[in-house]
C-alpha cells in the first residue's frame, strides 16, 4: 500500500490525487499557525462540507484568528472542534428546531418548561382519560431560588422534577381492574406509573424505552404546537439571560445561532457590544444581529471568536493539552452543559492531530 502511494504521489494525476485525499490516505494535516487553515484541512474533519463552504469558513477563520489570540494548535483545535459540533460540521448556522416530542422531552425535561404539555386526567364517569393543556402564565416571571423562571400562575403542575415528567411521558396505558358505582368490577384502560426510564437523578435511557421518536400518548404529552416549530424556544430560552416572558417571543428571537449558536438576549448583547467597537461604520442594529449571524459567514465567525474571548475560554487552554478532561471544561463553557460531548472529543482530538 505505500508503495502504491508512494507511485502515485510521484504522478502528475490531480484527479487520482483528489480521490486519495477523499479517502484520507494522502492527507497529512498542516503546520498550524505557520500554515493557514485550508479548505482540504476543514473537510478532513467534516466530510459533508462542499468546496465552496469549507473555503468561506477557512476564509473567515484565517481572517480573525490572530485578533482573537485562538494562535496555537490547542485554541484552534478546540475552536474548530466546538463550532463543528455546534453547526452540525460548520453547516448550519442556526439552531434546529425539528424537535419531536420525545428529543423536546430529553432536552427540555426540567419542572421550569411545564406549559409545553398536556397532562392525562381520569374521568370517573367515562372511566377515560381526557387530555388537559398545563398553561403557565405566558406574560410573566417569577423568582424560583436566585433565578427567573416562566411563571406557574394557576397551573396546576405537580411534578417536582425531570425524572417525574420524563417517566410520566413514557407512561403507557395499561389493563386494569375496578369497581364501578354500582359495585360492578369492570376493566379499564390505566397509566402505569412507569419509574424505569429516568431513575438515578442524572441520566435518561429514554430512547431505549421509547422507541418511537414520535411517541406522544403517554400520562404527559407535548402540545402539538410545539413539535417542529422554533415556539418551543419561546417557552424553554424564557426568563433567562436577559429573555423575557413565553409571550415576549424573545426565545425564538434570540435562539443559536451563528458559529458558536449563541443563545440569550443578554449573550447577543454583549457580543454585539463588542462586535460594534470593531465595526464602527456598520448600520446594522441589535434588532438585525440575530438573523445577519445566521446568514454571513464573516459576522459569524467574527462573533464565535468575540465570544470565545468573552467567556475567557483561550485562558483554560493548556499547552500541549487537549484530551477527554480539557474538552468536557471547553465543552461546559461554550455550551453550558455536555451536549454531543462525545463528538465534541471526537472532532477536537482529530483537530489537533492534523494541526
Not at 206 to 212: A, N, Q, R
Not at 237 to 260: E, L, M, P, T
Not at 324 to 332: A, G, L, N, R
Request: charged letters at 30%.
Amino acid at each position: 500500500e505505500a508503495s502504491m502511494i508512494i507511485q502515485i504521489e510521484n504522478k502528475n494525476d490531480s484527479s487520482i490525487k483528489k480521490w486519495l485525499k477523499y479517502l484520507r490516505i494522502l492527507y497529512k494535516g498542516i503546520n498550524f499557525p505557520k500554515e493557514s487553515i485550508d479548505k482540504e484541512f476543514l473537510q478532513d474533519i467534516f466530510y459533508s462540507l462542499s468546496d465552496t463552504r469549507a473555503t468561506e469558513v477557512a476564509n473567515a477563520i484565517n481572517k480573525y484568528y490572530k485578533d482573537y489570540n485562538i494562535d496555537t494548535p490547542e485554541r484552534m483545535a478546540h475552536f474548530i472542534g466546538q463550532i463543528g459540533l455546534e453547526t452540525k460540521g460548520l453547516n448550519l448556522l442556526k439552531e434546529s428546531h425539528k424537535y419531536t416530542a420525545r428529543r423536546i422531552v430529553e432536552l427540555f425535561r426540567w419542572t421550569r418548561n411545564g406549559h409545553l404539555y398536556k397532562e392525562a386526567k381520569f374521568d370517573s364517569i367515562t372511566y377515560k382519560y381526557n387530555y388537559v393543556d398545563i398553561n403557565f402564565d405566558i406574560h410573566k416571571c417569577e423568582l424560583s431560588g436566585a433565578n427567573e423562571r416562566p411563571s406557574k400562575g394557576d397551573a396546576s403542575f405537580n411534578y417536582k422534577s425531570s425524572q417525574e415528567i420524563v417517566n410520566a411521558y413514557g407512561d403507557k396505558l395499561v389493563k386494569d381492574t375496578i369497581l364501578d358505582k354500582s359495585g360492578k368490577e369492570i376493566v379499564i384502560n390505566k397509566f402505569s406509573n412507569r419509574n424505569d426510564i429516568f431513575s438515578d437523578g442524572k441520566s435518561t435511557n429514554l430512547k431505549s424505552k421509547v422507541k418511537d421518536k414520535n411517541y406522544n400518548s403517554g400520562r404527559l404529552v407535548v402540545k402539538p404546537e410545539y413539535l417542529n416549530n422554533s415556539k418551543v424556544f419561546d417557552v424553554v430560552y424564557a426568563c433567562k439571560y436577559g429573555n423575557g416572558s413565553i409571550s415576549s417571543g424573545d426565545g425564538s428571537k434570540y435562539k443559536g445561532v451563528g458559529f458558536i449558536h449563541l443563545t440569550f438576549k443578554e449573550n447577543y448583547e454583549k457580543v454585539y457590544k463588542k462586535w460594534k467597537k470593531v465595526n464602527k461604520n456598520s448600520t446594522i442594529t441589535l434588532e438585525q444581529f440575530p438573523e445577519k449571524m445566521s446568514t454571513d459567514i464573516d459576522i459569524a465567525m467574527q462573533t464565535a471568536m468575540i465570544y470565545w474571548e468573552i467567556k475567557r475560554i483561550n485562558q483554560k487552554i493548556l499547552e500541549s493539552v487537549v484530551d477527554k478532561s480539557s474538552i468536557e471544561k471547553i465543552t461546559e463553557r461554550v455550551n453550558g452543559g455536555k451536549n454531543g460531548l462525545e463528538n465534541r472529543i471526537s472532532y477536537t482530538k482529530k483537530i489537533y492531530k492534523r494541526l
